[in-house]
């Protein structure tokens, strides 16, 4: 009889009940994460420190169409990163992302899955520039904007039937910003993002 209740007992522990297939609801989600800027260590003056990775907000919903196939819309909005350059300027990015993509998911289990996004991001980044003396040059702000092909990966690992925990990556592309401080005249700014958020199921 032991032999049986311990059976019994891990097997109980051990198994997870199914959960509800949410083909055809909606669900809200909402993501915090870390920003890094890829070719963004120019520098007013000269500097080559890069800029800071910024914190990130970005809520989404979405439309589940069958079990393995999605659509999300998101707005990602990106803090400031700010660097100190030589000569005490300040220099700051900030940037944010709209974006749109189709999302493929497999179920490994009952309760954790794996996902990939693959759609487009219209992305803005903006640059200022500021002293103490008022001066920064020929360049004191600008800014670019460029729809980009935006991808992702992520794991979901789902609470019940309405609550889940995500984690992903996201590359949003690349945006130029017209810089005539640089040798080039220009850069072109890369952003990606790793956030973990919380998921509704409606």
């Given at each position: ?21 949410n ?12 920003v ?26 979405g ?8 659509v999300?819309?998101?707005y ?19 940037s ?5 993509a ?9 309760t ?15 640059y ?9 040059g ?18 979901q ?26 040798a ?19």
């Amino acid at each position: 009889m032991k032999k049986i209740a311990i059976v019994a007992l891990l097997s109980a522990c051990i198994a997870t009940p199914a959960l509800a297939d949410n083909t055809g609801k909606f669900y809200g989600a909402v993501d915090l994460g870390s920003v890094s800027y890829s070719n963004a260590t120019f520098g007013g003056q000269n500097s080559t420190t890069a800029f800071p990775n910024p914190g990130a907000f970005r809520f989404a919903g979405g439309y589940n169409i069958t079990s393995m196939f999605a659509v999300e819309a998101g707005y990602a909005m990106i803090g400031s990163s700010t660097i100190d350059t030589i000569g005490a300027f300040t220099e700051t990015l900030k940037s944010s992302a709209l974006s749109v993509a189709g999302v493929a998911n497999y179920a490994i289990n009952d309760t954790f899955g794996v996902f990939g996004k693959l759609g487009f991001a219209s992305t803005k980044v903006d640059y200022t520039c500021s002293s103490a003396a008022g001066n920064c040059g020929a360049t004191t702000a600008a800014n670019g904007s460029k729809t980009n092909l935006t991808f992702g990966l992520g794991g979901q690992y789902n609470i019940n039937k309405q609550f889940a925990i995500r984690a992903q990556y996201e590359d949003f592309g690349k945006v130029k910003l017209t810089l005539p401080f640089l040798a080039s005249g220009s850069a072109d700014v890369g952003i990606k993002m790793v956030s973990v958020g919380g998921v509704y199921n409606f």
